[in-house]
């Protein structure tokens, strides 16, 4: 490996690590194909040790990582800077390291938008987010800057709800509100889009988040941010009642994809990502 490739493009993910990490072989599938003399590796990093695996990275010349709960929001006081939704977003999952600084970015809304826009342009739209954790707020932030005319988020804690709804409501220029999510769902008839932004689903292909389907109109675009399995049983019942559907594989693919872009200015090939993470699935 040339003393370029080692100090410059050099990137990890503190994370912990796992054996056959999903990320690491689609990220590592995309250097490949690209031709990047680059390596994207896992590093188990204890909350109590986030700063000095920072000061680490700087000192070995990382373009940058990635960073996975429970550093999201506990990076924030290691950086120089932050983009403006992962400002807005209050949590960053990908960092750049710049001439020494450290500017925190949040690729996680950022990535399903690219998703949703080979399907339907938010813009304009109505759009239901079930869930109000990490994602949920992402997402919202980014529909919401990319032009969306009102987001409903849902949650069983309506204060969580409600808070997404105040970023949204005093940052942008979308309409929002944050409503209390109790029994079956019912899905409103002025609604576009629907995401499930829940962890419900994920690892299993029956769970079901409590949607009243018989309220869902065949118009609605239904996406779910869940990678595995990609056909969760939300979106089935979705396809079931004609519904366009969107799984969580193109999110995945994206993050990552904007994330090499950030450090290393090359978009990875898609297509290659997604057949990595396809065989892993086995989708």
């Not at 700063?51 to 506990?74: D, E, L, R, T, Y």
């Not at 813009?123 to 949920?136: D, E, R």
């Not at 993050?255 to 898609?270: C, F, P, S, Y």
Request: net charge neutral; glycine share 10%; proline share 4%.
């Amino acid at each position: 490996m040339s003393e370029r490739s080692f100090l410059s493009i050099l990137t990890g993910s503190f994370s912990s690590p796992s054996k056959g990490n999903p990320t690491v072989a689609m990220i590592e599938a995309g250097y490949k194909a690209t031709g990047l003399n680059a390596r994207y590796i896992n590093c188990d990093v204890p909350a109590e040790r986030l700063g000095n695996a920072i000061k680490g990275a700087v000192a070995m010349g990382w373009v940058g990582f990635n960073c996975s709960i429970p550093h999201k929001v506990a990076i924030l006081e290691h950086l120089d800077e932050l983009a403006e939704s992962a400002r807005l977003i209050g949590a960053v999952n990908c960092t750049a390291i710049k001439d020494g600084r450290l500017i925190g970015h949040n690729t996680d809304g950022k990535g399903f938008l690219e998703s949703l826009k080979t399907v339907t342009d938010p813009s304009g739209k109505n759009v239901l987010i079930l869930g109000a954790g990490g994602a949920a707020r992402a997402i919202a932030v980014e529909t919401a800057l990319a032009g969306a005319k009102k987001i409903t988020i849902v949650n069983r804690k309506v204060e969580k709800a409600k808070e997404i709804a105040k970023i949204i409501n005093d940052n942008t220029d979308c309409e929002s509100e944050g409503l209390e999510w109790s029994g079956d769902y019912k899905i409103p008839q002025d609604i576009d889009i629907l995401i499930n932004a829940t962890p419900i689903g994920f690892g299993d292909a029956e769970a079901l988040p409590p949607v009243d389907f018989e309220s869902l109109r065949k118009e609605v675009i239904v996406a779910d941010v869940i990678p595995n399995p990609p056909k969760t049983h939300f979106l089935r019942k979705a396809e079931e009642r004609g519904c366009k559907t969107l799984n969580g594989l193109g999110m995945l693919v994206n993050q990552g994809r904007i994330g090499v872009n950030i450090w290393l200015g090359k978009m990875l090939d898609a297509d290659v990502m997604t057949k990595t993470l396809r065989d892993i699935f086995e989708a």
